[in-house]
């Protein structure tokens, strides 16, 4: 049996590190992130404060652990339920066919005319800067991508001697799909949610930078990015941190899910 990549573990320790963060913030990082203190504002990172001040005097370390609690939770949240959406829509598409198939995938074709990432953006605009807004936008458009894979791999699956036995049995659709259908596309769509990972903590970094993500009493990784850049010469840890958690969320995602990928390719090398 083929063993997981180094990268693969590599991966889950960044992811569980950042996890570790968000969830014991108020323990770890004990100072109010929405606390200022003009007199200390632009203060570089010292013993006292890890990661130094803001422009308002607020600890950069405070906000950096409590942002990581909201791009998790959007990020998870989104991830499942597209990707429940995706399963449900793109299997009814794969198994029935014919018209039913051809009508879902107009459907998709007119998803995929927008691009995600503008199309959540002027949806955020419209109903206004919430963490709900924010999910509700990033879902739109992010089952489409899981539905298109769904389809594809339920096509090739529906015509194996199995799942032709079953049906030969007696065996209802629902039955069918998620006795042994489902079971055996769960290991792409688990690669394809931990890559969506990644792309869901990007796209939510964003539209936070462009004010549209949570609300400002909330801290997140894209608004300390913003605020930061008007600061960037006389206090660069203010957007070096935040960079820095970004890229290590996103880079653990990315090295599960290539780990992933490996494994469950039966043509890569051990």
């Not at 949240?77 to 107009?106: E, F, H, P």
């Not at 089952?143 to 594809?152: D, E, I, K, P, Q």
């Not at 055996?184 to 688990?190: A, D, M, P, Q």
């Not at 394809?192 to 462009?210: A, K, P, R, W």
Request: charged residues 15%.
């Amino acid at each position: 049996m083929k063993k997981l990549k180094p990268k693969f573990y590599l991966g889950c320790l960044l992811i569980a590190l950042t996890t570790f963060l968000a969830v014991f913030a108020p323990q770890i990082a004990q100072q109010d992130p929405t606390a200022m203190d003009l007199s200390k504002r632009h203060e570089a990172p010292s013993s006292e404060n890890w990661m130094g001040r803001d422009q308002n005097g607020a600890d950069v370390f405070a906000q950096v652990a409590h942002g990581a609690r909201v791009s998790l939770r959007v990020a998870f949240t989104v991830v499942l339920l597209s990707a429940a959406i995706g399963l449900l829509i793109g299997s009814v598409a794969g198994y029935m066919g014919g018209w039913t198939d051809n009508l879902i995938m107009r459907f998709l074709d007119m998803f995929y005319a927008f691009p995600g990432f503008l199309l959540a953006l002027s949806l955020v605009a419209v109903l206004g800067p919430s963490i709900g807004n924010l999910i509700f936008a990033m879902c739109i458009t992010g089952w489409t991508g899981y539905a298109r894979l769904v389809r594809g791999e339920v096509l090739h699956l529906k015509n194996r001697e199995y799942v032709t036995g079953a049906f030969a049995a007696g065996a209802g659709p629902l039955r069918i799909l998620t006795r042994h259908i489902w079971p055996n596309l769960l290991g792409i769509l688990v690669v394809q949610m931990t890559f969506g990972m990644s792309g869901t903590i990007i796209t939510e970094s964003g539209l936070s930078f462009l004010g549209l993500g949570a609300p400002p009493t909330v801290p997140t990784w894209g608004q300390l990015l913003n605020s930061g850049r008007r600061i960037l010469v006389e206090a660069p840890h203010v957007s070096l941190f935040p960079g820095l958690a970004i890229l290590v969320l996103v880079l653990g995602f990315n090295l599960v899910g290539d780990g992933l990928r490996d494994w469950l390719n039966p043509r890569s090398a051990n």
